[in-house]
């Protein structure tokens, strides 16, 4: 019988007079719902996602030719992107959005893993791939952003540079004409468009949080680092159940994660900005973080504090005297695992931090550092997913909290990201205005 040809079928209403064609029809309707109700993004380490945050529909005027999907014959090549970690992420994230928009394939950027941006011969270079997996992200972002190789170009020498403006006088107008003009022929006929010119990160921003967001959720750390912050986390709990005698292992114990900003680069970075902007609510003393975090209302002790601090660039050795009773704190050596550490570049060790603050049951930060405003976001779309949209006031799990800005009770304000915000200038550069 042709399964097709079921000429007395009817949809959600009358007589279906045959059996095969009874099936057909049960068949149509199950992959509609299918279709409707199973998200396109899967979840992925434990974090289940919220389509409300990921699946967002870009503007029109982003879109251009990528309705039929980003092409992968054609792609953007970026200079080596350069700074922090997280600096490096804005900067990975806003190349993958101007190739979006270009309807193009980024080619696999070149990381740094080293901290001496100033120094361009000690950038020390490292593949993406090396840091986060490339296949997983080109999986999980299928259809938004693509990731592309050198292998697969077919003419290393079809391509058309494209400088990036500078100056006072190119504006974020200027920068978007000049996209949009890249966008088409002659122009978009060249197999690769090679952007010359600035780090990405000081690129012009076109794109609202939600769409940094997307990139951010494919970004999965390879397994070797993985395994290492397990080991951490491990570490952490291990000693947080000593202290607080619990002895299953079922339910983790909990612990807080500071990201302490005290290091001497960043109280001299931090002082100039607040000079520049006027605002006094960036730097924070070791003693004003350890009161505002002893204040966190609601907060049960005993309970083990992660101080996440670059020791390399830290020189006050007295970070674990003077904090509130019940609040146990932690750093690298008292763990036992700075050689876990001192096994990777700068990048690896930020990395490592990272994860190990997000996964964090309360996680405290400063609302100036990128490193802290992109844990935030993620901690907030965790909070997201469990239903909470936008109350910084009720209690909620992964609760995050900036020290810099006075909250209750003499303590630090509860944090949550602004996820329908227009650009990610807030988070690239830092704000005290931070939702709650």
């Known amino acids: 019988m042709d399964l097709w040809n079921c000429k007395h079928l009817r ?22 719902l299918r279709s409707v109700l199973i998200p396109t993004f899967s979840g992925f380490g434990g974090i289940e996602h919220d ?20 092409r992968k014959l054609k792609f953007l090549e970026v200079p080596q992107i350069i700074w922090g970690l997280n600096n490096q992420k804005i900067a990975f994230a806003r190349a993958c959005l101007t190739a979006r928009m270009l309807n193009r394939t ?10 001496f941006y100033k120094e361009i011969d000690l950038l020390r270079p490292i593949s993406f791939d090396k840091v986060f997996q490339f296949e997983r992200f080109n999986s999980l972002c299928n ?8 292998t697969d170009l077919s003419n290393r020498s079809n391509v058309v540079e494209l400088q990036k403006g500078s100056g006072r006088k190119w504006t974020v107008e200027r920068d978007l004409d000049q996209l949009r003009q890249f966008s088409n022929d002659p122009y978009d006929g060249y197999e690769t468009i090679r952007i010359v010119g600035k780090n990405p990160f000081m690129w012009h921003d076109h794109w609202p949080v939600k769409d940094y967001a997307m990139v951010f959720e494919c970004l999965g750390l390879v397994d070797e680092i993985s395994k290492e912050v ?3 986390v491990s570490k952490i709990r291990d000693i947080g159940r000593k202290i607080v005698s619990r002895n299953s292992v079922l339910e983790p114990v909990p612990y807080i994660a500071v990201h302490m900003r005290i290091e001497k680069d960043w109280m001299i970075h931090c002082k100039k900005m607040e000079q520049r902007s006027n605002i006094s609510e960036i730097c924070s003393s070791k003693e004003e973080i350890m009161e505002r975090v002893g204040n966190i209302a609601g907060l049960k002790s005993p309970i083990v504090v992660y101080l996440a601090v670059a020791d390399s660039l830290l020189e006050d050795n007295s970070i674990l005297d003077g904090w509130k009773e019940g609040l146990l704190p932690f750093e690298k050596k008292k763990l036992g695992i700075a050689g876990i550490y001192k096994r990777y570049p700068y990048l690896i060790q930020s990395a490592i931090d990272y994860e190990v603050c997000l996964r964090a049951n309360v996680f405290v930060g400063n609302s100036f550092s990128t490193f802290s405003n992109l844990l935030v976001l993620e901690r907030t779309q965790k909070i997201i997913r469990t239903g909470v949209t936008s109350s910084c006031a009720m209690d909620v799990r992964w609760p995050s909290y900036a020290y810099n800005v006075l909250g209750e009770s003499n303590g630090p304000r509860r944090w949550m990201t602004n996820m329908s915000a227009s650009s990610l200038r807030p988070i690239s550069y830092g704000s005290n205005e931070i939702s709650c």
């Open 143 to 150: 259809g938004f952003v693509q990731l592309g190789q050198y």
């Open 106 to 115: 980024l080619l696999m950027p070149s990381l740094s893993a080293s901290l």
């Open 51 to 70: 389509n409300s945050v990921k699946m967002l529909i870009p503007n029109d005027s982003f879109l251009l030719n990528s309705q039929f999907g980003i």
């Open 230 to 232: 397990d080991k951490v």
């Open 11 to 32: 949809f959600f209403g009358t007589h279906l007079n045959s059996i095969p064609c009874k099936c057909v029809a049960l068949l149509v309707i199950a992959l509609v």
